[in-house]
């Protein structure tokens, strides 16, 4: 689908300034700890507690650029072949946080994650990925100027369904723009910053995997909520006797 290729090329695009963050400050971390062991280990008398500690934040760090490289995979692959597969949504969505969250660190914006679930969901993967970075970048837009800068991503299961919520410090859209936001092309943006196919392209990958996509009014903050089945739908084919 060239739309939804041509949403990921600017959803990149703004991150990528960001992205820089995401994989400078952990290398910074990373020569800072291998030059205290270089330190270390020319001392007379070698401190190999402190040399482990330092090796242990020269692994967890590692770990944090992985998923940073994991996360653009996760988004950045051509999806549309794919088949669903049973993936692990919390595992989903640290990967995508992973993109955007030295971003909303460097504005001031908080990221506040309540997962209650550890639910696997038949999807594509990739395709939840680009929705919930889509919601995210939408709330880091929408919050960024405000005085009070919060998102909050909420997991919950709910009988066989999982519940995403991502709601941010905004007080709520108001209806002659509500009423537009999942159409294709409508942007509030400027040219360049938005194409104004995030939403209903995101609303179309809920609709291919079963679930809904909505702005939920029924809270005093702006909330998008995507709800999804754990598993999808069988169809039996029946087999046809023959007379
Ligand atoms: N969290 C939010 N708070 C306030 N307005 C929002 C929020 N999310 C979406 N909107 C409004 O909905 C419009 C459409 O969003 P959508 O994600 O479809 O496109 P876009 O963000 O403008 O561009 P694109 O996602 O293609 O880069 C936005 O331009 C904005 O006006
Ligand atoms: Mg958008």
Redesign the pocket.
Known sequence: MKLSKS?KM??LG?MAGGLAHEINNPLAIISGNANIIGNLISSENIDLPKIRFCLSKIDNTVDRISKTVRGLRLFSRDSDQDAMEPAKISTIIEDSLSLCQERFRAHGVEIRIRIDTDAQLECRPSQISQILI??L???F???ESFEEKWVTVELASQSENIILR?I?S?K??PSY?AE?????F????TTG??????????KGIAESHNGSLR?DGSMIN?C?TLELPCKQPRFVKFKQGVA
């Open positions: 949403m600017s959803a703004e889509n919601l970048s939408n709330a837009d929408a919050v991502v941010d905004g709520g859209i723009i537009k936001v999942m159409d294709p409508f942007t509030t943006k910053k938005g194409t104004g196919l995030g939403l209903s392209i995101s702005l702006t998008f």
